[in-house]
């Protein structure tokens, strides 16, 4: 099994095609995920506390962990960006306030992660128009990409035919699509998830 995942891993990443564009495309992969998919789900988080609230219930204990966990470490990989992560540790300190500000940090979210996949189109689109400026380069280019690019492969490293793009696992959202444009979070050698795009080896 490893033999073919690292066969199919290289093929993809390190064709002439697919390397040309893999960091914008994992950019905009990531960012469109996270935008889509990882915010909605927190955005149902927050609905059912509000719901609950609204209704004299106590937040659920899983759910503000899930809230709590996920901010931090959105706020460990933005600068500036400063979520409530504190308020969300005692349900009891959780009320309405605190879920508009939770609410403001996704909106800020939002943003964050449409700037960085504008930000990432924008760069593939400037390498397409430099390796198609004349009419040799044009017919190069897609001659390189009629050899090279592999659609039944890329449908395998992306999870294409999976339904499944996010799941909830105790206190964190994991990403089930595009795993080749996925960097594993689990710093083992096992941890990683099948198509990761490199491996830890320690």
């Known amino acids: 099994r490893w033999a073919y995942e690292g066969l199919a891993v290289t093929q993809f990443m390190e064709n002439a095609y697919e390397r040309q564009f893999y960091e914008e495309d994992q950019?905009?992969?990531t960012a469109n995920w996270r935008?889509?998919?990882w915010l909605r789900e927190l955005r149902n988080v927050v609905s059912g506390i509000r719901q609950g609230l609204e209704s004299g219930a106590s937040p659920p204990a899983a759910d503000l962990a899930l809230l709590h966990a996920e901010l931090e470490r959105e706020a460990e990989r933005i600068e500036g960006f400063d979520p409530p992560i504190s308020s969300l540790k005692d349900p009891?300190?959780?009320d309405l306030e605190v879920l508009r500000e939770v609410d403001?940090?996704?909106d800020l979210l939002v943003q964050?992660?449409?700037s960085i996949?504008?930000?990432a189109e924008r760069a593939k689109e400037d390498r397409v128009q430099s390796l198609t400026a004349t009419p040799a380069l044009k017919r190069a280019y897609f001659t390189l990409m009629d050899a090279q690019r592999n659609e039944s492969l890329a449908e395998f490293v992306t999870n294409k035919n999976d339904l499944t793009m996010i799941v909830r696992v105790n206190d964190e959202l994991v990403r089930k699509s595009d795993p080749i444009y996925s960097d594993p979070v689990d710093r083992s050698l096992l941890g990683a998830h099948f198509?990761?795009?490199f491996k830890w080896l320690a």
């Open 195 to 197: 198509y990761a795009p």
């Open 117 to 119: 996949y504008r930000s």
């Open 104 to 106: 403001a940090s996704l």
């Open 92 to 94: 009891g300190s959780v």
């Open 27 to 29: 950019r905009m992969r």
């Open 35 to 37: 935008k889509d998919l």
């Open 112 to 114: 964050h992660y449409r």
